[in-house]
């Protein structure tokens, strides 16, 4: 069997680009819900996960791990602008609105967003 520096090379690459191929297929040109949201795993790492909805299925964008950022709002609009451009620019879907949770975090983030996205409904 290969080892992990194999398997997180090449391999893992050609498997991520099957699997983006295979959603684009599935989501190009449908209109999609977006959201964001964040916790600790059991080692106790912070992530941020990105999630799209499509004609009632979900899919998992990107999880990010924060831990070692700042746990700011200008963080989190950071990673919600790049899974807009993602799901834009490569899954090539219709975004019409993103939501997060309640927290103080997400509703300046929310308010940030509307700034820059006009075009999407901003839910918090």
Known sequence: L???????GW???KEVAKADA???NEVQNCYTTGQADGWKNIAKKSLIA???NVEYQPY?????????KPKTTETL??????????VTKVLLVLLVAWCTDASGKSAKMCRLLREK???IVVLD
């Open 2 to 8: 290969p080892g992990h520096d194999v398997l997180s």
């Open 11 to 13: 391999i893992l690459d």
């Open 22 to 24: 295979r959603t684009k």
């Open 50 to 52: 990105g999630m799209m």
């Open 60 to 68: 998992i964008l990107n999880i990010t791990d924060i831990s070692s």
């Open 77 to 86: 609009l950071d990673i919600v602008l790049r899974e807009i451009e993602y």
């Open 117 to 119: 996205c006009a075009w």
